[in-house]
C-alpha cells in the first residue's frame, strides 16, 4: 500500500515539503486516488486512469448559461460523416493482452482529427507511445491523457506505426525515431454534450474514458450498448466517435457512438454504444487538435518532460512563474508552451536578458496578455521571433490568472512509482506578486520543475554569391555607388513592396557594390518553388567580390526560419533581372552556401536569366529600369530616358557608375532587351 500512502499525502503538502513556504499544491483527484486504490487491491484490467487533478470548469458552465441552446444533429457518425459517406476514422484496432487502451485512444483521436484535416489515414505506433511515455508504470500497466499529453508536446512522436510496431508486452523504448509530426496542444473538454458534440463535428474523435464491466454491455435493439452509473473510478479508454439521441440503453435514451481497441470481432465491428446517463463517461477526456510538419531545426528548451501535474499556486488564482534557459547553439525562439487548469484562463508571458535573483531587468520581448479556453497545453506565438546566441541565457516571466483554481501553475516533481524526473538547480521561481521570486528545485523546499517550454529553430544561415552584369569589370565589379548608397534599404516600394527595417548608420565598408534583396523558398523541387513556397526575405548589401553579407558588411545572412523541405535562394536587384537557384541550396557545417557565378546553369532558366560575363564568371542581367522582370522600351523610356543625363544613385544607371549616360543604354540596355525573369512567381 505504500503508493496509496504517497499519492494521498500529496493532498496535504502544505504540511509537509512546502512548510517554509506560502506555496502550497493542489489537492489530488479523489477519482484517481480510488484508481490507484483499486489498483493496488489488485482489481485486474484497471488500464486507464482519470487525471490526478480535477480541473475547473465553473466558468464554462457559468457562461454557458448565458447562451441560448446548440443544435446539433439528432445523430451524428463519424463512421460515415465524410465526403460521399466516407469514413472519418482509422481502422479498428487491437491491444491484446496490453493495458494500453489509453495509448490507442490516444491515437484513434488523433488519426481521426487529421483525417478530418484531409490528410488521410495515418497509422501511428502506439508501441512507442506505451513504451516510451517517461513515466513509472510499465508499458502495459496502466497509463492517461496527461502523460499522452507529456510525451507529445516533449516531441518524442508520434512516431510512425511501421517504424515500431505493435508488440503487446512491456517492451523497452525505441529511440532515435523521427515523429510523423509535431503536436503543438492539448486540450481537456468539461463534462458538457454541447462541448462535446461540437468538437467532435468540427474537429474529430476525443479521446475519453470509463469504467468497463462486464455486466453492463448489452445487445438493445440491434446495438450493442453499455452503461455504468456506480461510484468507482475509470478502467478503460475509448473515442468517442460521434452520438445518437433517439438511440435506447439500459439507463435511458441517447448514447455515445465509441470505438474500442478490442478488435472488429467486438460489439459493432469494434464499435459500441454508451449511454448518456453513465456517471463517467464525459468526465475524463483530451483532444489535441493541432498538427505542425516535423522540422529537424526544431529545438525545445524544456526541462519537464514528464511534467502537467501536480499544479502549484499562492491560495489565489494568479501566480508567477520563472524560468532560466541557455541557449544551445544560434537560434530564433517563436513560442513558448505551458498549461492551464481552468476554463476561461489568462496567460502573459515576458522574456528578460537579466535576473539577479530579486530583480529582473532588460526585457526582450513579450506576449500581451492572452485568453485560454479550455484547460491543456497551450502554445503562444512571440509577436516577432526573438534571436538568441549561443551561451547567452534568457528568462521567461509567466502570469498564470486561472479563474477558481487557486493551484494555476503546473510542474514536474518525484512522486513514487509515478515520476520520477531530474530536477534541476538554479533554474525556476515562483512568486505570488512577481516582486517577492522564491527558488524552486533540486534542493529547495520546492523541489519541482516548472513545466515551461520554449520552441526554437536554428538559424538559416546563407553564404551567397551573385555578380551583377552593370558593374563587373571583367574581374569583379565596381564600387563607383559606394559613397551614393541609400543608409536604408530600398525595396520597401513598387515591385518589391518588402517592409524590412534594414538600416545602417553609415555604409560599413568600401567594397560595397549595392544592397540586393534576398528571399528563401521551401519546396521540394525547383518547380515548385514558386512565390507561394516564399519563407523570408531580407535586404543585404553585396560586396564587388559578389559575396552577399548583412549589415555589417562581413557576416553570412542570417534569417529566423527554419527550413522543412528543401531550400531555394532569389536574389532581386533594382534594375537587374532576377535570378533563382536552379538547384537546392546544400548546407555544409551548418551553412547553407551557393555561388550563381561559376556558371550559367546555376540560375533557373540558364540562359534565358542569366549571362556569361566572360573570364568564366556569370551574373545577373543589366537593364531593368523599371524592375518588373522585363528588359523592353519600357526600361529606355520610362526610365533611361527620363533621367538621361543625372548622377546620383539612379534606376538608369544599368552600369551604375553613377552616371546615366548612352553606355548604359548601348553596353547594357541594347544587348539585353527581350530578355526577362526565370523566377516562378
Known sequence: ????????????????????????????????????????????????????????????????????????????????AGPGGTSLLTSVKHQLSCGACWAFATYGSIESVWKVMGLGDYDLSENNLK?????????????????????????????????????????????????????????????????????IMNTGAVYNTYRSESGGYQWINNHYTYCYQGGLSTTHAIAIVGWNDTLS??????????????????????FFYIAYQDSLVLKYNAIWHEREEYDTGLYIYQYDTIGGWPFVGYEDSIAYALIKYVAQGDRFLTKIGTYTVSFGSYLEVEFYDDFDGANLSNILTYIPEQY?????????????????????????????????????????????????????????????????????????????????????????????????????????????????LPLSQPYSVNPWNYNGTETVTGIPNQDIVDWVLVELRDTTETNSATEATVIAQQAAFLLNDGSVVGLDGVSNLKFNNSVTHQLFVVVYHRNHIPVMSAYPVTETGGVYEYDFTDAI???????????????????????????????????????????????????????????????DKNDVWIPNSGKGSQVPE
Open 249 to 270: 440503453t439500459a439507463c435511458g435514451q441517447g448514447a455515445w457512438i465509441a470505438k474500442n481497441e478490442y478488435g472488429t470481432g467486438f460489439g459493432e465491428d469494434g
Open 372 to 484: 485560454c479556453d479550455y484547460p491543456g497545453f497551450w502554445s503562444l506565438e512571440l509577436p516577432e521571433p526573438l534571436r538568441i546566441n549561443n551561451g547567452d541565457d534568457f528568462f521567461i516571466k509567466v502570469k498564470y490568472n486561472s479563474p477558481g483554481c487557486d493551484y494555476p501553475i503546473a510542474v514536474e516533481e518525484f512522486s513514487e512509482d509515478y515520476t520520477n524526473p531530474h530536477i534541476e538547480t538554479g533554474k525556476c521561481w515562483t512568486s505570488e506578486d512577481a516582486i517577492v521570486w522564491e527558488a524552486a528545485g533540486l534542493g529547495t523546499v520546492n523541489e519541482f520543475d516548472l513545466c515551461i517550454k520554449v520552441f526554437g529553430y536554428d538559424i538559416t544561415k546563407v553564404d551567397l554569391k551573385v555578380m551583377l552584369e552593370g558593374p563587373f569589370n571583367g574581374t569583379d565589379m565596381n564600387t563607383d555607388l559606394n559613397a551614393l
Open 131 to 199: 513504451n516510451c511515455h517517461g513515466f513509472e508504470p510499465l508499458p502495459c500497466q496502466w497509463g492517461h491523457h496527461f502523460m499522452s499529453t507529456a510525451y507529445l508536446v516533449r516531441g518524442s512522436g508520434p512516431i510512425p506505426e511501421a517504424d515500431d510496431p505493435y508488440i503487446p508486452t512491456n517492451g523497452c523504448c525505441t529511440g532515435g525515431l523521427t515523429p510523423t509530426a509535431y503536436i503543438p496542444i492539448a486540450r481537456y473538454l468539461p463534462e458538457d454534450r454541447d462541448a462535446f458534440k461540437e468538437t
Open 1 to 80: 500500500m505504500k503508493q496509496i500512502i504517497i499519492v494521498l499525502s500529496l493532498a496535504f503538502l502544505t504540511v509537509s515539503g512546502f512548510s517554509q513556504s506560502k506555496l502550497s499544491k493542489a489537492p489530488v483527484n479523489t477519482d484517481y486516488i480510488k484508481f490507484i486504490e483499486e489498483y493496488e487491491s489488485g482489481e485486474t484490467e484497471m488500464f486507464a486512469a482519470p487525471s490526478p487533478y480535477e480541473l475547473n470548469f465553473d466558468k464554462y458552465f457559468k457562461k454557458k448559461k448565458g447562451f441560448s441552446p446548440k443544435s446539433f444533429p439528432v445523430v451524428y457518425d463519424m463512421r460515415t
Open 601 to 663: 546553369d546555376k540560375a533557373f532558366g540558364g540562359a534565358n536569366g542569366h549571362k556569361d560575363l566572360g573570364n568564366g564568371i556569370f551574373g545577373m542581367i543589366g537593364g531593368d529600369g523599371t524592375a518588373n522582370g522585363q528588359i523592353n522600351n519600357n526600361d529606355k523610356n520610362d526610365t533611361w530616358n527620363i533621367q538621361r543625363g543625372e548622377s546620383g544613385y539612379k534606376s538608369g544607371d544599368f552600369n551604375m557608375n553613377s552616371l546615366v549616360a548612352d553606355p
